[in-house]
């Protein structure tokens, strides 16, 4: 990738504090773009901001809030001119999806469908006007593959491929491109969520866990929050304009389905 071919650009990286919306934050920094991170704790995000390059000049700045309420935030959005969108929020706890609430369905829809929604009306005019605009979404595999006891993320996920599957539709004659990047099982701290509630529910330990999760991945090795954010760089490049609406999965080749 060339160094600066997101020079001039401003990205509004969501979840980046830390994991794979850090690492997002920080390729699009060192390809020039001027990053905004977003997340819920001051301090973490004090901490981010010192990580990604200003080789460029670039004025990285943060905002801190929560996605349930944007309220506060979505006019200082709106008129910030901002090229590109990282949609990244945390996945919900665990479980089956059959005893699921009524209250915990909602709560995920409004943190990763409505906040989304809400991100978007800020941003698309400015990208309109600029002829120009990238958004990714980092989902999840499961939306090619349900993937067991993550019953509320499997649903949701779906929800927010398919919301940008319409998007890339509505936006494309605009210069915009909307994407999902699928991670697979990677090492953050999603993963050790996920290792803890799995190894509590079986009795297994989470070793037992890992090794169990890693037979299914043919590149045998988690992988690394960069080589996802890799992947988000290259989807907000001005030369993959031409890739819209896809969902691509960085998962090691575990994904069986095409």
Known sequence: MNADVLYGKKALVCGGSEGIGLASA??????????????????????????????HGQHH????????????????????????????????????????TDAQLLAVFQQHVIAGQQLLR?????????GW???????????KEPIAMLGVSNTIRGAVASWAKTLAGELAADGITVNNVLPGYTRTQRLVQIL??????????EDAIAAAMLASVPAGRFAEAEEVAHSVAFLCQP????????NLPVDGGRTKSL
């Open 133 to 143: 605009g990238r958004i990714v979404n980092i989902i999840s595999t499961s939306v």
């Open 26 to 55: 920080q390729a699009l920094a060192a390809l020039g773009a001027e990053v905004t991170l977003l997340a819920r704790r001051e301090a973490p995000l004090k901490a981010a901001l010192t990580v990604l390059s200003d080789s």
């Open 196 to 205: 803890k509630e799995r190894a509590t529910a079986s009795g297994n330990s």
């Open 239 to 246: 030369k993959s304009g031409y890739i819209n609406g896809i």
């Open 122 to 130: 800020a941003v698309v005019p400015g990208m309109k006007a600029a």
């Open 61 to 100: 700045s943060t905002i801190a809030a929560d996605v349930l309420s944007l309220a506060d935030v979505l006019p200082a959005i709106s008129v910030s001119g901002f090229h590109i969108l990282i949609n990244n929020s945390a996945g919900p706890a665990g479980g089956a999806l059959l005893s699921a």
